[in-house]
Nanobody
Framework: QVQLVESGGGLVQPGGSLRLSCTASGIIFSIHAMDWYRQAPGKERELVARITSGGSTNYAGSGKGRFTISRDNAKNTVYLQMNSLKPEDTAVYYC?????????WGQGTQVTVSS
């Protein structure tokens, strides 16, 4: 059974940092691409960052230059380092593992940026 478990969310002040983690089980982690998405209240889920099985990265939207995605295949874990956080980064953050037509989602972790 495939499981993706996110952690590391919480309340942080504007300008602060958080590192999210997503640990996978039940899949051959190293061959899957990994994405971070987020969904703010009343908005559609949007892609934040992607890392391929080979380690290539792509960033979308306002996270460019502030967020860094990385992976540790030995730990079956993908990370999202988020710096210079803004109130508009407030959302539930989800990780997704995918390979061809198969994709798996975690349950999400709440990130709230507020003073």
């Amino acid at each position: 059974q495939v499981q993706l478990v996110e952690s590391g969310g919480g309340l942080v002040q504007p300008g602060g940092s958080l590192r999210l983690s997503c640990t996978a089980s039940g899949i051959i982690f190293s061959i899957h691409a990994m994405d971070w998405y987020r969904q703010a209240p009343g908005k559609e889920r949007e892609l934040v960052a992607r890392i391929t099985s080979g380690g290539s990265t792509n960033y979308a939207g306002s996270g460019k230059g502030r967020f860094t995605i990385s992976r540790d295949n030995a730990k079956n874990t993908v990370y999202l380092q988020m710096n210079s956080l803004k109130p508009e980064d407030t959302a539930v953050y989800y990780c997704k593992a995918w390979l061809a037509l198969a994709n798996y989602w975690g349950q999400g972790t709440q990130v709230t940026v507020s003073s």
